[in-house]
């Protein structure tokens, strides 16, 4: 099964700044198989983006992915307050489908 | 709106078995695949199995095979997840997710059901 790994484990941001998370897959994934999960305290993980670099629907623009084959990649410019958060990647191309161990990203 | 309401969690020895619900309002249930993901306490997030939106297709990860059985009812817009032989390594928050097809990501979530194995 394809693993992938999140770094870095915890990011410590500012209001305001830009932040990147990285997600790096064992072998290569189909960009079309790339989505970007958050998850605050005690809810459900919410689609951020997926296919790599396509955004849900209600998901704001700062927020945009890239990457492909085994490099990928979250960014979100001007972080709000209610982006401290867990994210999380997830492949669902190859079977079976995989989630990263997450990225904390906190003030 | 979609609305995905997990339910039958609880406390279960282990050995013992546990009958999860979801039920699915604000769409059209039987043109959506489901799949139950799980997140032990503290940790990341776990697929556990799907089901195509006919029921012809069901799928495990490999740690709940031969235990777990999903299911579906179209014509009660619900979900379920037969869990037996139930296990410690087996706690965790239950979620229920709708998606379109396999190859595809999950777009609406449930808010969890907790279930416990403990003696």
């Known amino acids: 099964e394809i693993v992938l790994t999140q770094s870095p484990g915890t990011l410590s941001l500012s209001p305001g700044e830009r932040a990147t998370l990285s997600c790096r897959a064992s072998?290569?994934?189909?960009?079309?198989?790339l989505a970007w999960y958050q998850q605050k305290a005690g809810q459900a993980p919410r689609l951020l983006l997926y296919d790599a670099s396509s955004r849900a629907t209600g998901t704001p623009d700062r927020f945009s992915g890239s990457g492909s084959g085994t490099d990928f990649t979250l960014t979100i410019t001007r972080l709000e307050p209610e982006d401290f958060a867990v994210y999380y990647c997830q492949q669902y191309g190859d079977a079976p489908q995989t989630f990263g161990q997450g990225t904390k990203l906190e003030i | 709106q979609v609305q995905l309401v997990e339910s039958g969690g609880g406390l279960v020895k282990p050995g013992g078995s546990l009958r999860l619900s979801c039920a699915a309002s604000?769409?059209?249930?039987?043109?959506?695949?489901m799949s139950w993901i799980r997140q032990a306490p503290g940790k990341g997030l776990e697929w556990v199995s799907h089901i195509g939106k006919s029921a012809v297709t069901e799928k495990y990860a490999d740690p709940v095979k031969g235990r777990f059985t999903i299911s579906r009812d179209n014509a009660k817009n619900s979900l379920f997840l037969q869990m037996d032989s139930l296990r410690d390594e087996d706690t965790a928050v239950y979620y229920c997710?709708?998606?379109?097809?396999?190859?595809?990501?999950?777009?609406?979530w449930g808010q969890g059901t907790l279930v416990t194995v403990s003696s």
């Open positions: 997710a709708k998606r379109t097809g396999l190859g595809t990501p999950y777009d609406s």
């Open positions: 072998q290569s994934v189909s960009s079309r198989g």
């Open positions: 604000g769409y059209t249930f039987s043109d959506y695949s």
